[in-house]
C-alpha cells in the first residue's frame, strides 16, 4: 500500500515570488508520482508525472517537480507564480507493480497568490 | 493527453429521487474507472472502481446499493445515487484509464446538490 503527505494545507505567497509545494510519499514498490492541479468546481488537471529516468520533471504551466528517492520526495517547485496559479494542488502516487492506474491522494495544498 | 467528459456539470434533485452521472472517455479505450467523491476542503476519496464488463469494486464503507455503478462499455461509466438524501450532497469526480497511457484522466467533475 501507498500513502502520501502533503506537508503544508496553505501555503500563501506574492505574486512573481518562487514557490515549493511539499510531497512525501510512502511505499514499499516501485511508484509512480503525479502532480494535479484542481481549480474550484472542476476536475483535476495533470500539470506533471515521474514515471523512470530524469528525477527532474517539467510540467505544465511553468511548474516542475523533482522526485528524490531517499528522502521519498517528490516536491513542485515554480519560480515565478501568477495571480492565476491560486488553486489547490494534489500529489498522488500509483504503483505499477500493483495498483496499476489506482491513485493514492495527499490531503491537498492551497496556494494562494497575492497581488 | 486524453479526453475524459463527465455530465452533468451541476445536478440539484429531490430527496428520495435518483440521480445518474455519466463519465465517458472520448478518445480512448478505458478499460478501468474510477469514482471518486470530494467533501469541501477535503481530498478525493475513492468510491469504487470498475472494469468494463464486471462488477464494480467498492471501496470499504461505500454502500453499493446506493452508490451503482455500471461499466458497460469501454467509453462509459456511470455512477447513479439511488435515494438520494441531502448528506449524499457532494462533488462527484470520474476518473478514466487504459489506452496504452500510464496515467488516468479526469472528468470535469459533478457538483450534486440533494434538497
Known amino acids: 500500500a501507498q500513502s502520501v503527505t502533503q506537508l503544508d494545507s496553505q501555503v500563501p505567497v506574492f505574486e512573481e515570488a518562487p514557490v515549493e509545494l511539499r510531497c512525501n510519499y510512502s511505499?514499499?514498490?516501485?511508484?509512480?508520482l503525479f502532480w494535479y492541479v484542481q481549480y474550484p468546481n472542476q476536475g483535476l488537471q495533470l500539470l506533471l508525472k515521474?514515471?523512470?529516468?530524469?528525477?527532474l520533471v517539467k510540467g505544465i504551466n511553468g511548474f516542475e517537480a523533482e522526485f528524490n528517492k531517499s528522502q521519498t520526495s517528490f516536491h513542485l517547485r515554480k519560480p515565478s507564480v501568477h495571480i492565476s496559479d491560486t488553486a489547490e494542488y494534489f500529489c498522488?502516487?500509483?504503483?505499477?507493480?500493483?495498483?496499476?492506474?489506482?491513485?493514492?491522494f495527499g490531503e491537498g495544498t492551497q496556494l494562494t497568490v497575492n497581488p | 493527453g486524453a479526453v475524459v467528459s463527465q455530465h452533468p456539470s451541476r445536478v440539484i434533485c429531490k430527496s428520495g429521487t435518483s440521480v445518474k452521472i455519466e463519465c465517458r472517455s472520448l478518445?480512448?479505450?478505458?478499460?478501468?474507472m474510477f469514482w471518486y467523491r470530494q467533501f469541501p476542503k477535503q481530498s478525493l476519496m475513492l468510491m469504487a472502481t470498475?472494469?468494463?464488463?464486471?462488477?464494480?469494486?467498492?471501496e470499504q464503507g461505500v454502500e453499493k446499493d446506493k452508490f451503482l455503478i455500471n461499466h458497460a462499455s469501454l467509453t462509459l461509466s456511470t455512477l447513479t445515487v439511488t435515494s438520494a438524501h441531502p448528506e449524499d450532497s457532494s462533488f462527484y469526480i470520474c476518473?478514466?484509464?487504459?489506452?496504452?497511457?500510464?496515467?488516468?484522466?479526469f472528468g470535469q467533475g459533478t457538483r450534486l446538490t440533494v434538497v
Open positions: 476518473s478514466a484509464a487504459g489506452g496504452g497511457y500510464t496515467e488516468a484522466f
Open positions: 511505499s514499499s514498490v516501485s511508484v509512480y
Open positions: 515521474y514515471l523512470s529516468g530524469s528525477t
Open positions: 498522488a502516487v500509483t504503483s505499477p507493480v500493483t495498483s496499476g492506474s489506482r491513485l493514492t
Open positions: 478518445d480512448f479505450q478505458a478499460t478501468t
Open positions: 470498475s472494469n468494463e464488463g464486471s462488477k464494480a469494486t467498492y
